[in-house]
């Protein structure tokens, strides 16, 4: 277990974060990648939205009005509520996160370039954001990301070819095939590091995965996200990838009445009740298991990456605990 002991503060250092699956038990490197609990950022490019950039086109119509007459304020106003990220793309893979978030869309007048989205276009391009995530890669050998591409604003068949065909040219070996059952020594043995989940109908493409169940609460209460994460898992879990959002969600109405609030203060409030859900759970093949869990914020959320992968260690902790019990018991008796 590399000397992972999860009563020690100090291993819950982030540093330790960088290469966390390399250092998991070796139990745990055959399990499918879905039976492991991993941390996610939710709209995880949205450290870098651009201020000045047009809404998108499908922001609610309020919205949309007043960016016509004030869109300075709009901007700036809108700004404030849709940066879920501070952390830049390398300081969340460093953290821990294993789960990436990208919305995609086509800013106007931009060319053939595309880029990310929430609420308003990046700075960075979707390119050159996943040539740093190769970089990244190649330092860190024995780590496995699973990212999902979603949204697609504004693309066109043209725009999608186009993507599909950067991340399979870019990728090509790093690639799971979404008929593959992934574990930890599978990836190793073949060199492959990324799960890619491409949320279009596609049959060209057997290295990219279908779009992958997110379950958010809709809701800026946390209580209510708790209590629909709850009732969701008493349904049961999907097979195999799903995310549970941690991420609270406000409306028009709330961005524009509150102008000189924001997501980030409104996340650090609800964090603590989040927080005691997720380390509640446990990882695993179980009905109720959780698998990806994605938070606001991940860099700023005190200790979000190294509870989600502490879960991975309770399962073993509970058979350590019952492999001594019942020493205990067999040197009582004799």
Excluded at 27 to 35: A, F, G, M, Y
Excluded at 230 to 254: K, S
Aim: with cysteine; aromatic share 8%.
């Amino acid at each position: 277990m590399s000397g992972w002991n999860p009563d020690r503060d100090s291993d819950l250092d982030p540093g330790w974060n960088v290469d966390w699956m390399s250092r998991l038990p070796p139990r745990l490197h055959d399990v499918p990648l879905w039976e492991l609990a991993i941390p996610g950022s939710h709209d995880s490019m949205s450290f870098c939205l651009d201020a000045s950039s047009p809404l998108l086109p499908s922001q609610p119509c309020i919205l949309t009005l007043c960016d016509r007459v004030l869109p300075r304020c709009t901007r700036t106003c809108v700004f404030r509520w849709a940066t879920t990220q501070q952390s830049v793309l390398s300081q969340q893979c460093d953290l821990g996160v294993r789960f990436l978030d990208l919305r995609v869309a086509k800013k106007p007048k931009a060319g053939g370039d595309l880029y990310f989205a929430h609420g308003l276009y990046t700075k960075l391009r979707v390119k050159e954001t996943l040539q740093e995530l190769s970089c990244w890669l190649d330092l860190h050998p024995s780590e496995v990301f699973i990212i999902a591409f979603s949204h697609f604003e504004s693309l066109t068949d043209e725009d999608h070819t186009h993507l599909m065909n950067l991340i399979t040219s870019l990728f090509t070996h790093k690639l799971v095939y979404s008929k593959e059952i992934p574990t930890l020594r599978s990836c190793w043995v073949r060199g492959q590091q990324l799960v890619v989940s491409y949320d279009r109908e596609q049959e060209q493409h057997p290295e990219l995965w279908p779009g992958i169940p997110y379950w958010y609460a809709d809701s800026p209460d946390p209580l209510e996200v708790v209590s629909y994460l709850e009732e969701r898992q008493r349904e049961g879990r999907p097979a195999g990838f799903y995310v549970c959002g941690l991420n609270l969600t406000e409306d028009a109405a709330c961005v524009l009445l509150h102008p000189l609030d924001d997501l980030r203060k409104m996340t650090v409030k609800a964090a603590a009740p989040l927080l005691r859900w997720a380390a509640a759970q446990r990882a695993g093949p179980g009905a109720a298991a959780v698998n990806i869990i994605c938070c606001d914020f991940v860099g700023l959320i005190a200790d979000f990456c190294s509870r989600v992968i502490a879960l991975n260690y309770k399962p073993l902790l509970a058979v350590t605990m019952a492999t001594l019990l019942h020493t205990q018991g067999a040197l009582t008796i004799s």
